[in-house]
Nanobody
Framework: QVQLVESGGGLVQPGGSLRLSCAASGSIVSFNAMGWYRQAPGKQRELVALIIIGGGTNYADSVKGRFAISGDGAKNTVYLQMNSLKPEDTAVYYC????????????WGQGTQVAVSS
């Protein structure tokens, strides 16, 4: 089974940038999309950005124009470039793969913490 490992989180000041990476341990041929989710304390997990393998991208309204999702097929890695970060972006960010079979995001990484604070 493919495992996903996120990295790149940390503490950044408002207005700063971070790039998150999600490395898959094997081929992602079983996925038809990859997504970045986040969960802030006391809040539900929300989908932040989605990349359809071989297709386009979608973003939550709250991050449009600031975040960009991309993928490197040769490295089986998905990235989330986050610019103009705000304190409300503070959360644990998770990478997930959407199964071609079930249509569900059923493969998850362990998460990486992003904190935006002065």
């Amino acid at each position: 089974q493919v495992q996903l490992v996120e990295s790149g989180g940390g503490l950044v000041q408002p207005g700063g940038s971070l790039r998150l990476s999600c490395a898959a341990s094997g081929s992602i041929v079983s996925f038809n999309a990859m997504g970045w989710y986040r969960q802030a304390p006391g809040k539900q997990r929300e989908l932040v950005a989605l990349i359809i393998i071989g297709g386009g991208t979608n973003y939550a309204d709250s991050v449009k124009g600031r975040f960009a999702i991309s993928g490197d097929g040769a490295k089986n890695t998905v990235y989330l470039q986050m610019n103009s970060l705000k304190p409300e972006d503070t959360a644990v960010y998770y990478c997930a793969g959407r199964s071609r079979v079930t249509g569900q995001f059923d493969t998850w990484g362990q998460g990486t913490q992003v904190a935006v604070s002065s």
